[in-house]
């Protein structure tokens, strides 16, 4: 009986612990990350909307006055990752920036996010769920691999006046291929070293070559 009591309490006493208002945009990341867990450790059928509310610190009424379903969620989670790069802010040839610069920058955030635990994380999810959400998988893949691909190039086309038949601008996937390489070592033999411990430089060199535009 006392033990009831105990467990009662505590209950009782995390009940009643006051939550913590927070606007949406500093909310959404903390249910994205409850939900990446809870996705991680049960899947995203096993996973429940319950248990991400509570690790995001909600009720499960506050969650879904952000999110309406957990497909919602993850379609955000998928979004996340595309969307945490400004590009507006990379350093320009008419500022004085070199060439140079301009790749480094774009390796440098690169690597950042994609490369980043959540993004690795969140590609062994895709990875173990593409076959329940087919349609979602592939569609962030194309949207990674080839419209962010193809904006990329056209921002970097724009100032460096890469020619039309620059590989790069007619391939543009080659853009990402380094940093995809060394997002899948990481997701299959669980390395956080890549294959090669100076893979971000290789890909400044090769982007560099491939735009002939070494100094």
């Not at 309490?9 to 995390?14: E, I, S, W």
Request: net charge positive; glycine share 4%; charged share 25%.
């Amino acid at each position: 009986m006392p033990q009831r009591l105990n467990a009662k309490n505590k209950v009782q006493t995390r009940s009643a612990a006051p939550r913590i208002r927070l606007t949406p945009e500093e909310r959404v990341p903390k249910i994205l990350d409850a939900a990446l867990k809870e996705f991680s450790q049960h899947g995203f059928t096993g996973a429940r909307m319950e248990d991400i509310a509570h690790g995001a610190g909600l009720s499960k009424g506050g969650l879904y006055a952000h999110f309406s379903s957990k497909e919602a969620i993850f379609k955000a989670l998928l979004d996340r990752t595309l969307h945490q790069i400004d590009w507006q802010a990379m350093p320009q040839l008419a500022t004085g920036a070199s060439t140079q610069d301009m790749v480094e920058w774009i390796v440098d955030k690169l690597h950042e996010v994609v490369l980043s635990p959540p993004s690795v994380a969140l590609v062994r999810l895709l990875i173990s769920e593409r076959e329940r959400v087919p349609k979602r998988v592939n569609a962030w893949r194309e949207e990674l691999l080839r419209l962010r691909g193809q904006e990329l190039i056209k921002i970097i086309g724009q100032n460096l006046r890469c020619k039309a038949d620059n590989v790069l601008v007619r391939h543009s996937w080659l853009l990402l291929s380094p940093m995809v390489h060394a997002l899948l070592w990481r997701v299959v033999f669980d390395d956080p070293s890549g294959p090669d411990p100076d893979c971000r430089q290789a890909h400044v060199e090769l982007l560099c070559a491939l735009l002939d535009a070494r100094e």
